[in-house]
């Protein structure tokens, strides 16, 4: 398999994987793990929003019809990827980057298209405040950051508006 997301466990610190067979927990030893859940769906967009996780992706072979087909939209794990529930866009949108900024915003960029879609209610309700060519975005207390063809770029509201980063 091959990794499309990486992100820590906030309550254990432990390093999962989001791969094409599912959310995979690497140990200390960096030995990695059955799928959480025992769900082996495709996650190619990952993040951590609180104490919550939302992904998005393909299903697999054994994933809940209610998830979504063929693209998961949005769905939220509130017990660190255990069971998942549906959220949005169930079964039309595929989000290739996904991230939370630390106030709980969720960024995303969907395999469909180059528009940035952002969500304040936890990922219930998407607006489109950038068209944006991005292969990956970081967020941190300052603003959201996009690598794309241009350059590493920089927003300091909320994803509107974008400058290059010298």
Known sequence: THIHAIITDPATGTTILGTHDGLLPVDADGGVGDPIGGYEFDAMGLAVTGDAFVASGHPGANTPAEWGSPHLGIIRSDDYGNTWSPIALNGTTDFHILTAAPDGTLYGVPSSQVNLLTSTDEGNNWTE??????????????????????????SSDGGNTFTPVD
């Open 129 to 154: 405040p950038a068209s944006l060519g991005a292969a990956d975005l970081a967020v941190t207390e300052s603003g959201l950051y996009a690598a794309a063809e241009e350059g590493v770029l920089f």
